[in-house]
Nanobody
Framework: QVQLVESGGGLVQAGGSLRLSCAAS????????MGWYRQAPGKQRELVAA???????KYADSVKGRFTISRDNAKNTMYLQMNSLKPEDTAVYYC???????WGTGPYWGQGTQVTVSS
């Protein structure tokens, strides 16, 4: 059974930082492509950042230069370091996993972690 468990969300002031973690089980983590998505109230879920099994990375334009995605295959964990946070970064952040071609979305999702940035 595949499980993705996010942690690290919370309330932070604009300009602050948070580090999200996604712990995976039930998959061979090292061969899976991983990603962070977010969904704000009334908006569609969107890709924030992705990292392939080959450690290629991709970022949404809105977070380039502020967020960094990484993974530790020995710990079966993916991270999202978020710096210079803005109120518009407020959303539920979801972990995603799959064996995809290109930058496709995988079939596995975590339960989400809330990030709230106050102005």
């Amino acid at each position: 059974q595949v499980q993705l468990v996010e942690s690290g969300g919370g309330l932070v002031q604009a300009g602050g930082s948070l580090r999200l973690s996604c712990a995976a089980s039930g998959i061979i983590f090292s061969i899976y492509d991983m990603g962070w998505y977010r969904q704000a109230p009334g908006k569609q879920r969107e890709l924030v950042a992705a990292i392939t099994s080959g450690i290629r990375t991709k970022y949404a334009d809105s977070v380039k230069g502020r967020f960094t995605i990484s993974r530790d295959n020995a710990k079966n964990t993916m991270y999202l370091q978020m710096n210079s946070l803005k109120p518009e970064d407020t959303a539920v952040y979801y972990c995603n996993a799959g064996r995809t071609t290109g930058w496709g979305t995988g079939p596995y999702w975590g339960q989400g972690t809330q990030v709230t940035v106050s102005s």
